[in-house]
């Protein structure tokens, strides 16, 4: 047996159970406090009422039963909807000032030039889209960025269609003198400023100050959250833009320099030649590509709100092409292994006449520091390691020592032995070169050159400036750094090589050094001070004498 | 969006002839205007207020007595200025639209 309550509304009794109750009662009550502010709530209340009575009554004839229950109840609320409903929609008073709608992103399809992006950020921050435009084909020349930052936001961004979607564009409220407005170009928004006494109008200007405040700095830190979300997404495409760039030599997409850095442009084509294995590399990095740019485009979308009908398929192609680049960029290197399979070194010997020198290394230089680098039919390998050893000989003699891998070791062996680093001798002068070369066909399979320098006992060598970027952890008595060597005079003697002309303060850390001083001065201090109560003291028993 | 053109629809249905509240709804809601009803009881009460409706009550079988709503001559007044400015309203998002971009 359930309990029932007797109510009445607009003059009707019902009898409703418990349950249905408690959630009515809840209800009307929420009612009444969203109508608490309204003028005459007390009215649209009893109208209310009087609807939900005949609801009420309606469903009892049809159910054929005397008691409302908790179905009829949330029929009540399901048809009349929630309390703040009601007044949202309609509020009119008050017109809200434009600051506090909130602002969507759109492109803007009435002042466009491509897309409408530059206008729709405009809109959106109340900028002229001109400076938007300068920024864009700023990015745009000076590193490409620009370009690829529009075609996402273009795909990301929805377009403003609707009358109501232009003015949230801008920020203001939809309504019926906005829209007239917006058509109309009238623009006085402001001309309605209210006159308040003084007092007053100081606290509201304060307040309202504050407020904007605060309003702009939780909008500048979401801004800041959503640049934040898409640089990361964007570093990741950047960053295989760069690989991609530098797989195709694509001096266009040089722009990411990354690949400068690694490989140098040419480091793919270096490494990979030009078949099937370039191919199949370029053509996986290029699919990897498309799954963090899909997915950029698919989280912008959803933060600016467009809906993207199709961006399952799009995830589910992102995701599949991200798979087979990922294969072909495997399979394309993982081929290259047997290439490294057997090792051959060959060895040219180089003797020298003379027992001082002076080195530098400036028949090739390598300019733009790259590892690699093709030019015409030779590739440049910068794996050049420059050493100097004591020899028992009686003259000095440079040691080239080339190796390289292949296949298998007649292929090793023939690739240690095309190499072509240059070497003069012109007096004193010893010149070598910063890289060697090798015919483009060969490619790069390990190959590197280990130059020695065998000098006698006695003998001299000035090393130079410009072979810093080739000496490879020279040996010596001073046990110097091999960039502290440069521009010094060393000679072989019977424990190595040894400086001639370095200032023995290079043999100390500069820390020991400034102690040393420090403690020296201390030390003087000191003396110069028991020195002097000394002579003061004598000066005394003089006086008094 | 709603804003303001639901005060104009009420007034265009009323223009009609006089309804009560559920035959308003029902109008509203097939056009697809409104989706719950809460949101027009306040809506009317405003009218009424700025005497641009009035109401007399009527026996109803359904249950309570209901409230017939009318226009009033300034709510007739104001019906045919607004229809003006919507039709200028209309006419000019019809030529921005229709235009290609």
């Known amino acids: 047996m359930n309990k029932t309550i007797n109510i009445n509304l607009a003059g009707i009794i019902f009898h409703l159970d418990e349950v249905a109750y408690e959630k009515f009662k809840t209800y009307l009550s929420n009612v009444k406090t969203a109508l608490d502010q309204e003028e005459s709530g007390e009215e649209i209340i009893a109208d209310i009422e009087a609807r939900i009575a005949e609801i009420f009554n309606l469903r009892m004839k049809e159910n054929g039963t005397q008691v409302v229950g908790l179905a009829d109840v949330e029929f009540i609320i399901d048809t009349l909807g929630q309390p703040e409903a009601f007044i949202d929609e309609s509020e009119t008073e008050a017109p809200k000032s434009s600051s506090k709608q909130t602002r969507r992103f759109f492109r803007n399809p009435d002042e466009k030039v491509i897309g409408g992006v530059c206008s729709g950020i405009g809109a959106y921050f109340d900028i002229d889209p001109v400076w938007i435009r300068v920024l864009f084909i700023i990015l745009l020349f000076f590193t490409g960025i620009g370009f690829i930052t529009y075609v996402i936001l273009w795909a990301a961004i929805p377009e403003a269609k609707t009358t109501a979607q232009k003015l949230q564009m801008r920020g203001e409220a939809v309504n019926l003198n906005n829209i007239e407005k917006l058509f109309t170009k009238v623009e006085d928004y402001t001309s309605t400023e209210k006159i308040k006494s003084g007092v007053n109008s100081f606290v509201s200007f304060v307040v309202n100050g504050i407020g904007s405040i605060f309003s702009f700095v939780f909008k500048f830190i979401g801004v800041l959250l959503a640049i934040a979300g898409a640089m990361i997404a964007f570093t990741l495409i950047v960053a295989l833009l760069g690989i991609f760039g530098s797989t195709w030599n694509l001096d266009g997409f040089n722009f990411i320099s990354l690949n400068g850095y690694i490989y140098g442009l040419d480091g793919a084509q270096a490494i990979f030649g030009s078949g099937w294995r370039l191919l199949a590399l370029r053509v996986g990095t290029l699919l990897t590509l498309l799954l963090p740019l899909f997915a950029l485009v698919v989280f912008l979308a959803k933060i600016f709100g467009r809906e993207l009908t199709n961006s399952k398929l799009l995830s589910f192609s992102g995701i599949a092409s991200f798979i087979v680049g990922l294969i072909l960029i495997f399979i394309s290197a993982g081929s290259l292994i047997t290439d490294f399979r057997e090792r051959a070194t060959e060895t040219d010997q180089i003797t020298l006449s003379g027992m001082s020198f002076d080195i530098t290394a400036d028949i090739f230089e390598n300019e733009q520091g790259f590892l690699f680098d093709v030019e015409d039919e030779l590739l440049h390998i910068e794996n050049v390691r420059f050493n100097i050893e004591a020899t028992r000989s009686s003259t000095a003699s440079l040691e080239l020592k080339h190796a390289a891998s292949g296949r298998n070791h007649s292929e090793a062996r023939a690739r240690a032995q095309s190499f072509d680093y240059p070497t003069v001798q012109d007096g004193e002068a010893l010149r070598l070169s910063e890289y060697f070369t090798v015919p483009k066909e060969s490619l790069y399979r390990g190959q590197d050159l280990k130059v020695t320098l065998r000098l006698p006992v006695g003998a001299t060598v000035y090393l130079d400036e410009s072979i810093e970027n080739i000496m490879y952890d020279i040996r010596n008595i001073q046990d110097m750094y091999d960039g502290d060597m440069l521009g010094h005079l060393w000679e072989m003697t019977p424990e190595g090589l040894s400086c001639t002309d370095c200032s023995t303060i290079q043999y100390y850390n500069t820390k020991e050094i400034e102690e040393s001083i420090e403690g020296n001065l201390d030390e003087m201090e000191e003396s110069i001070e028991r020195k002097l109560e000394e002579l003061e003291l004598e000066l005394k028993k003089l006086k008094d004498r | ?101």
């Open chain 2, 1 to 101: 969006m709603r804003k303001g053109v639901l005060e104009y629809c009420i007034l265009g249905i009323l223009s009609n002839g006089d309804a009560y509240a559920s035959d308003i709804i029902e109008r509203l809601k097939g056009a697809e205007l409104i989706v719950v009803e809460g949101t027009l009881y306040p809506l009317l009460t405003r009218l009424k207020n700025a005497d641009l409706l009035e109401y007399r009550w009527e026996e109803s079988n359904a249950g309570p007595p209901r409230k017939y709503y009318t226009l009033s001559e300034q709510g007739r007044a104001f019906q045919l200025e607004l229809k003006g400015t919507w039709e200028n309203l209309n006419n000019a998002v019809e030529q921005l639209t229709s235009t290609p971009s």
